[in-house]
């Protein structure tokens, strides 16, 4: 049985860097599989951050993309988010997804239970 | 960007009702529109994809169409657990676009 779970900091300080990391039991970060990262502010609907292929591979919501970075530990079979100059907006709850390879592209389809960080002082 | 426009935002029904809810897209594929349910508090959980694909372990009730770039989500027979939010996406674009969503409420 696939799992993800997100942890790190509920709590982010406004200009800092929001850190967070997915764990994967149950499948390997080697597979045919991207591993992706989506939020959700409050009461709103759902944004892809990006995602990451073992390989070191990343794509980056262009929106967001001056100030992500995603990266894979494969040895502990995580992969991560930092999201630096964070301000109340980053605020929601952060996902962490894998993204099976369908037809040249990737589709969420498992997903952590979420997240919630909150950005302030 | 593509657009993703969602409708409607909210609806009421009753168990065993027939549902349709539907996205416009302003640019993508059949290939690349995927369908997500999600409870309150939970995370989001595919339902369709590629447009018509049933994720394996969702009810045959949940099936999904197209018409050129307009995509349906529809719910026949309605049951109690199916009370979500659901959300469109595209896969085609670099910015994997959700849709607003539509709230699924009982009447």
């Known amino acids: 049985q696939v799992q993800l779970q997100e942890s790190g900091p509920g709590l982010v300080t406004p200009s800092g860097t929001l850190s967070l990391t997915c764990s994967v039991s149950g499948d390997s970060i080697s597979s045919h599989n991207w591993w992706s990262w989506v939020r959700q502010p409050p009461g709103k609907g759902l944004e892809w951050i990006g995602e990451i292929y073992h390989s070191g591979m990343t794509i980056y919501n262009p929106s967001l993309k001056s100030r992500v970075t995603i990266s894979v530990d494969k040895s502990k079979n995580q992969f991560s988010l930092n999201l630096n100059s964070v301000t109340a907006a980053d605020t929601a709850v952060y996902f962490c997804?894998?993204?099976?390879?369908?037809?040249?592209?990737?589709?969420?389809?498992?997903w952590g239970q979420g997240i919630q960080v909150t950005v302030s002082s | 960007d593509i657009q993703m426009t969602q409708s409607p935002s909210s609806l009421s029904a009753s168990v065993g009702d027939r549902v349709t809810i539907t996205c416009r897209a302003t640019q993508t594929s059949s290939a690349y529109l995927n369908w997500y349910q999600q409870k309150l508090g939970k995370a989001p959980e595919l339902l369709i994809y590629?447009?018509?694909s049933l994720q394996s372990g969702v009810p045959s009730r949940f099936s999904g169409s197209v018409s050129g770039t307009d995509f349906t989500l529809t719910i026949s027979n309605l049951h109690p657990e199916d009370f979500a939010t659901y959300y469109c996406?595209?896969?085609?674009?670099?910015?994997?676009?959700f849709g607003q969503g539509t709230k699924v409420e009982i009447k």
């Open positions: 997804a894998r993204a099976r390879v369908s037809l040249g592209t990737s589709l969420p389809d498992l």
């Open positions: 996406q595209e896969s085609y674009s670099i910015f994997r676009t």
């Open positions: 590629s447009a018509t």
